[in-house]
């Protein structure tokens, strides 16, 4: 080929310019990528149509760290179970748009430690729920040793990071998002590995518009917990703590904060003890000239 020749001369101007070279890729290798490209979003469409919609994505986070006693751990998962079997909290689990939210229990400890989950169950008539409530009772059975999940530090950051990947791998699509964290301590540096901390959870959980709320249980160690959890635990608009003074007292507090979270009435006095969600709302013709979101102080 003569150095004066046409191909010679493009080719050595490429040569000298990578990125115009790689910029002129055969249009089948453009191709396959833009393929590739709507492929993904089409799974990720075809995931949100397949999805199940629920008025509420609600996980339990209960502390099943070093500190939990095997009394402490069945007050927890008894005083739970009592609540949903109450009929009130029947009646409010069915009082959305929908009439079901989907609900999963997550124990957590140490980040070290292996978190047990019960998996995602649809609440939507008395049997589903009644069938949670006894799935809940029983919990201990489940966990890798006799009560709780034994040993480590208060990972409440790790927590609740595990507890929003959860609600992000089910199969439901719900109008809200919300972690309920329990507790009886405050945060501590992780025994045996890196983990993701409060600070870091709490941006996980604005990223991902999910709502943590807080169940802070005052004990002789720590008899100023809810305020550490109002300031360092919950997060998302409307977010709220309901304090239990002691583990007897778990179950009236965690009544109450079931009744909170799962309720859709309106506020239409300044002292109701509800709030709706914006979102949940804006599927509701007939409420949107309402101002509906209200924060618990």
């Known amino acids: 080929m003569r150095l004066d020749s046409a191909p010679f001369q493009v080719s050595a101007f490429l040569a000298r310019c990578p990125r115009l070279r790689l910029s002129l890729r055969p249009p089948w290798r453009v191709a396959g990528w833009i393929a590739a490209v709507c492929f993904l979003l089409w799974c990720i469409s075809l995931q949100q149509v397949l999805a199940e919609e629920v008025d509420l994505e609600l ?12 009394s402490e751990y069945i ?102 998002r919300v972690v309920d964290v329990s507790g009886d301590g405050v945060e501590t540096d992780p025994w045996f590995q890196k983990a993701v901390m409060l600070p870091q959870a709490r941006q996980i959980a604005a990223n991902e518009n999910v709502v943590v709320n807080g169940l802070p249980i005052l004990n002789r160690d720590f008899p100023h917990l809810d305020g550490y959890y109002r300031a360092e635990v919950i997060s998302g608009p409307g977010a709220f703590v309901v304090v239990a003074d002691g583990f007897e007292d778990f179950g009236r507090a965690i009544h109450e904060k079931l ?31 309402l101002s509906t979101t209200r924060k618990f102080r």
Do not use: C
């Open 75 to 176: 007050f927890q998962l008894e005083g739970t179970a009592r609540a949903f079997e109450d009929p009130a909290i029947r009646t409010a689990i069915r009082s959305g748009p929908l009439g079901r939210i989907a609900v999963s229990v997550v124990i957590w400890s140490d980040a070290a430690f292996q978190k047990a989950h019960s998996g995602w169950y649809l609440l939507q008539d008395d049997a589903s729920i009644v069938a949670f409530a006894n799935r809940i009772r029983n919990f201990h059975q489940h966990t890798g040793r006799k009560f709780g999940i034994g040993g480590g530090g208060t990972g409440i950051g790790e927590g609740i990071r595990y507890s929003i990947n959860e609600i992000n791998s089910n199969a439901y699509f719900g109008l809200r």
């Open 259 to 289: 009744w909170r979270e799962v309720s859709y009435k309106v506020a239409a006095y300044e002292d109701a003890p509800f709030f709706v969600h914006t979102a949940a709302v804006d599927s509701i013709p007939q409420l949107t000239n």
């Open 59 to 70: 996980v339990l986070a209960m502390d099943g760290s070093g500190s939990i006693s095997e």
